[in-house]
């Protein structure tokens, strides 16, 4: 907890005559309560130290009183209290005095700030493990009454919290008045309350005995599953998750079903919403028999919803739903109960619904088998592969190993040309860039003929694209197919397309063609970048941009390393030194940069034993490397320029012969 | 956490993308068919609509069943400057009581938010209630410039909504025409005293002179009120803002702006939801804004906007997601006898209040109230003629421009008495047991506390009884667009110009 801060834990340690240690825990203290917030922040952080230093008695005499009125603080400061109140029972001497930290932790749960009265509910749980039974009753128990009945619904609402947390270790009696007060919060005046309540339902059903369960918490889970405000009615479908696992299935079918039925029918889109959005954990809550009974009934009618934010939930779950079917007869009731609406789902108005079924629809084929995914979903791939909405076409696209899995990806191969060359082409660069990134994978299914027949071309293509996000995921792109399909395939298909736009009139192109080598060398290896890229490179140093020289520094840096010596010291050496004076600023950093990258690297091959040489800062002020030239330095003899880089002057590039 | 709105729902149509929109911020002049008024390039929309309201009160126990006429309401403070010289700052753009009464706020157009509180009632003086003073004064809102558009923001304050009252300090709203800004206004008497390094005074200590450690104390101090900004909601509004309205669920409020009404988590600020569009494809086609909005006070699902055509449309947003469709349409068909050059532009609804109840609803329209039951859509049960002498002067208020002011309505406590301003400093109040009505001004003559307020008149035509005002003579200038009736008790604030005049009845 406070390990950091030594063995001074007696009440004596803050004693001491002008002790040098109490120097800075005094600062501590002090910015406890300085101005700037981040200072205040550091402190409340290093919390557990000023205590440490006080010792037990005075952190629970004057500090914690201290913190109880700090109230008034900034929310982080407050967040970073709660927690830290949480881990604070060692530091006020024990379970024994654990009750000392409920007054400010009680005062931070009525905050107004969600964020800092959930920290000081989650500390106040934690801290109430640290009771002993009998200080529970007498410290923690009338605090949690104190905030249920608190003026404020902020205290109330954190009251909620905290009911599940004391009731298994209190007395009957008090178990009594703790469900009292829980009955009392559900049927709240404020909203907000009997949400609180409602979130916390399930929680406290789950530590009450099996027959208040069902004697209080059912009725209140029915009202709360029939209140007013739908923003209360949608948080009973939660808590009707953790019931349902607590009763037996006759109980659940005759105290809870009813209410779930009627939650999946509720005037409010929300309510059904959620419904199908927690579709998954009720139906494993309830079991197998109440889903084929009533949840699969309820799914159909979900998946026809008119209200298309509830569609595209139930869609969503479509897949999840048909895995956790009991295996035996999963085949017909999927194909006889869901497929017929989902094939509806294809062609809904919505796109928003459509895309979401799109997103999980591949997924059938495993579940559903080879015959049955051509017969029946095949038609409803293809159609979605022709959606007008992109998003649908990138979701089936994005999804293909599902099907490839199964029944291999020839069978699309056909209608998936067309729709990615669309989605290639498309107004949208987002849609681009999102088909770009599938690339690899389509590359992979689809095998290296057909992808150098009918895909090659759009890869190259968009390496002109006008958007920059484009060019840069095409460049990308490139280096993961050459991962994918060799060396050789690059140097025959790819290399020469790129290289030939070194001399494309924009410079844009002419840059793309640095980027791709940056990316490509690697992946290449040193053969054919030596051979193929290097003198690209090198001669477009020559660029009348100075845009293009500055990459063609970056870009011998960044293939440095996969160049041999010879090359790096007979080519790639001159031409830096040449762009080192260059007229434009940029360039001229750029190529000193790259110098003493090359110049640690040739240190490096010499002397293998000075790995530990200080590196060159890459980061360094860039003005360092405006310093005018004298004369005599330009003889022919490389000069570093920056005397803080000592290294590189004694070691780098005077000629070294072994 | 009670974060259950599902404001993770993918679907919903984002706004924040719309601020982008090229449109400009006033809608064009053909939106009202009506010619452009001289002088303004074409720009329709004379004044921002703004309200006073009372709509989501707790409680609705009332002082005094009768209200209204049959109580004499007497003069009992005037706040702000004395001298007719009027800084444009000062002008108040909106005013409103919190949940329990005792706080007043008002904004003004230099983007300040002044808060009055209500003193303790003082037992010796029993024959008057607590005086409001001034709890608080921040600065709400500051010019801006929008860069993209280049378009000036106004600081004004268009609206202030409190929220109900969550722990020992006190939360509003405030917006200008695109911001809107939630403050939290608290309460100090303690302060921290005591340190280790340095004197209280702020010199240093000779470190080696410390042998001890001190932990700082609460001392009591003098009551401070401040005021923190703790959530910024921008970025959401391509129109100007004209309402704000906060849901019965306390966790949600509505942004309507002249084409579009947003739907925000009080505490989640980088994303809202548009619930209602009504911007056409083609903005050529644009025939109605949006003047007003407003939440059910107990239906969380519901709420009501109005339009510059003069019709109110009810929202259920339990139905769908977006609310473009209304599931009910309030409309009082028009009296061909009345048809006139001006019809639409004096149809417009400048504000609409649910009553506290959720019964009914109040709208404003240039010459009347009225009041509908919301389960009767085809007619209002209640019309009051506000300053029904002035249809006879509507060329003239239309040359002047005073025909596009935004008068706003609120109820009494009890809803048996609806209050509304009209020129000439004059406001009206309207009993709906009695259905008597009365005129009374708010002026700084006869202003000793506990003065009675005599009923004033306005002769419209013929001859003129003693202290009947011709309609001739009413000083345009002098609007009362703004006023607020105190939830529970008979306190009424009414702001004039620069002036705020807080009336209660005689006890």
């Known amino acids: 907890m406070a390990g950091a801060a030594g063995p001074g834990t007696g009440p004596g340690a803050a004693g001491g005559d002008g002790d040098d240690s109490l120097y800075p825990i005094a600062v501590l203290i002090d910015e406890l309560r300085n101005e700037d917030v981040q200072l205040r922040l550091n402190s409340i952080k290093k919390l557990s130290t000023i205590a440490l230093a006080l010792g037990v008695e005075r952190t629970r005499t004057e500090l914690l009183p201290f913190l109880t009125d700090t109230i008034y603080d900034e929310d982080e400061v407050l967040l970073a209290l709660a927690e830290q109140l949480g881990n604070f029972t060692g530091l006020v001497g024990g379970p024994d005095f654990a009750h000392c930290l409920l007054p400010p932790l009680e005062s931070l749960a009525t905050v107004e700030e969600t964020v800092v009265r959930d920290k000081a509910v989650e500390s106040l749980r934690q801290i109430s493990q640290e009771h002993t039974s009998v200080a529970l009753e007498a410290h923690f128990v009338p605090l949690v009454k104190r905030l249920a009945s608190g003026d404020w619904f902020t205290s109330r609402t954190s009251a909620c919290g905290l009911f599940s947390v004391c009731y298994p270790r209190a007395s009957s009696a008090v178990k009594a008045e703790i469900r009292q007060h829980f009955r009392s919060l559900c049927s709240d005046d404020t909203p907000m309350v009997r949400r609180a309540a409602a979130s916390k339902l399930g929680e406290f059903a789950k530590v009450l005995e099996l027959d208040s369960v069902k004697s209080e918490i059912v009725p209140l889970f029915t009202n709360l599953a029939s209140d007013e405000q739908d923003s209360v009615r949608l948080l009973a479908v939660e808590a009707c998750v953790s019931i349902a696992q607590l009763l037996s299935q006759d109980d659940l079918e005759a105290l809870v079903m009813p209410t779930l039925r009627q939650a999946a029918e509720d005037k409010s889109w929300r309510v059904r919403y959620m419904v199908a959005d927690k579709f998954s954990e009720l139906q494993k809550a309830v079991g197998p028999k109440i889903t084929l009974n009533d949840l699969i009934p309820a799914f159909q009618n979900l998946l026809k919803d008119c209200e298309a934010e509830v569609r595209a939930a139930a869609a969503h779950k479509v897949k999840e739903l048909c895995e956790n079917l009991p295996t035996e007869g999963r085949e017909t009731i999927i194909m006889n109960q869901i497929l017929p609406f989902i094939k509806e789902l294809v062609s809904d108005t919505n796109q928003h619904v459509k895309s979401a079924l799109a997103s999980v629809i591949m997924g059938l084929s495993t579940i559903l088998g080879k015959e049955n995914t051509i017969e029946h979903l095949l038609p409803l791939f293809l159609a979605q592969l022709k959606d007008e909405c992109p998003e649908v076409r990138l979701n089936i696209i994005s999804n293909l190993d599902c099907v490839n899995e199964v029944i291999g990806i020839r069978q699309l191969s056909q209608s998936l040309l067309p729709a990615i060359v669309e989605l290639a082409e498309d107004a949208k660069w987002r849609v681009r860039l999102a088909i770009i990134e599938y690339m690899p994978l389509l590359a992979g299914q689809l095998g290296v003929e057909f992808f150098d027949e009918k895909l090659n071309s759009l890869c190259m293509a968009w390496l002109v694209d006008h958007v920059y996000a484009i060019r840069e995921a095409a460049t990308n792109n490139l280096m993961k197919l050459v991962q994918k399909f060799g060396t050789e395939w690059a140097q025959n298909t790819i290399v020469p397309k790129v290289l030939v736009m070194a001399n494309d009139p924009n410079y844009l192109h002419r840059m793309t063609t640095l980027f791709c080598i940056n990316a490509l060398s690697e992946a290449c290896g040193q053969e054919i970048t030596t051979k193929q890229m290097l003198p690209i490179v090198l001669k477009m140093a020559g660029d009348q941009v100075a845009n293009v020289r500055f990459n063609v520094a970056k870009s011998l840096q960044k293939i440095g390393p996969i160049l041999d010596t010879d090359a790096l010291q007979e080519e790639v050496k001159p031409v830096l030194q040449k762009l080192g004076q260059d007229e434009d600023m940029d360039v001229k950093y750029f190529a000193q940069e790259a110098i003493s990258a090359v110049a640690q690297r040739l240190t490096k091959l010499d002397f293998p034993v000075k790995d530990n040489e200080e590196p060159s800062a890459p980061g360094a002020d860039k003005n360092h490397f405006l310093r005018p030239r004298g004369p005599g330095e330009d003889t022919g003899k490389f000069v570093p320029l920056m005397s803080r880089h000592t290294e590189s002057e004694r070691l780098g590039w005077f000629p070294r012969r072994q | ?507």
């Open chain 2, 1 to 507: 956490p009670p974060s259950c709105w599902l404001f993770c729902s993918p679907l919903l149509p984002s706004p924040l993308t719309p601020a982008l929109s090229p449109h400009r911020c006033h809608p064009p002049p053909s939106a009202l068919s009506t010619p452009p008024s001289p002088g303004e390039g074409g720009e329709f929309r004379k004044q921002r609509p703004r309200g006073t309201q009372q709509g989501h009160h707790l409680q609705r126990n009332m002082a005094g069943a009768g209200g209204g006429n049959d109580i004499q309401w007497c003069f009992s403070q005037v706040k702000g400057a004395v001298d007719d010289d009027v800084a444009e700052a000062d002008i108040i753009s909106t005013v409103e009581f919190n949940h329990s009464g005792e706080l007043l706020a008002t904004g003004d157009k230099g983007g300040r938010v002044v808060i009055f509180q209500q003193e303790q009632e003082n037992k010796i003086q029993s024959h008057s209630r607590g005086e409001y003073n001034v709890y608080s004064t921040f600065q709400s809102h500051e010019p801006e410039f929008d860069y993209l558009k280049s378009l000036e923001i106004e600081e004004k304050i268009n609206k202030i909504r409190w929220l109900p009252q969550k722990n020992a300090a006190q939360f509003l709203l405030s917006t200008n025409d695109k911001t809107i800004k939630l403050w939290k206004i608290s309460e100090r008497d303690k302060r921290p005293e005591g340190y280790n390094l340095k004197e209280e005074d702020g010199r240093y200590r000779d470190p080696t002179t410390v042998t001890t450690l001190r932990v700082p104390v609460f001392r009591p101090m003098d009551l401070m009120v401040e005021a923190s900004p703790r959530r910024i909601f921008a970025n959401a509004h391509t129109y100007h803002i004209n309402s704000i309205s906060i849901n019965s669920d306390y966790e949600t409020y509505l942004s309507a702006d002249d084409l579009r009404i947003n739907l925000w988590h009080l505490e989640i600020t980088d994303r809202s939801f548009n619930i209602v569009d009504i911007k056409p494809a083609n903005m050529e086609e644009l025939t109605e804004v949006i003047t007003a909005a407003e939440f059910h006070p107990n239906s969380c699902n519901t709420f009501v906007y109005s339009s510059s055509k003069g019709t109110i449309r009810l929202c259920d947003m339990r139905a769908s997601a977006l609310c473009d469709r209304h599931s009910k349409l309030f409309e009082e068909p028009e009296d061909p006898s009345n048809r006139s050059f001006f019809s639409e532009i004096i149809s417009s609804i400048s504000d609409v209040k649910f009553s506290h109840s959720g019964r009914y609803m109040m709208t404003r329209d240039y010459l009347s109230v009225k009041i509908w039951d919301l389960n009767m859509e085809n007619r209002p049960v209640e019309t009051y003629q506000v300053h029904e002498y002035l249809r006879s002067k509507l060329c003239s208020l239309y040359e002047n421009d005073c025909i596009f002011d935004k008068f706003e309505c609120c109820w009494n406590g009890s809803d048996s008495v609806v209050m509304t301003g009209s020129y000439n400093n004059f406001f009206r109040m309207f009993d709906r047991n009695t259905k008597r009505d009365i005129t009374l001004e708010a002026s700084r003559e006869n202003n000793k506390p506990r003065t009675v307020l005599k009923p004033r008149k306005v002769c419209a035509s013929g001859k003129r009884k003693k202290d009947e005002i011709s309609v001739d003579s009413l000083d345009f200038n002098k609007k009362i667009l703004h006023t607020a009736w105190h939830p529970k008790e008979n306190i009424i604030a009414v702001a004039t110009t620069n002036n705020l005049y807080i009336f209660q009845d005689k006890v």
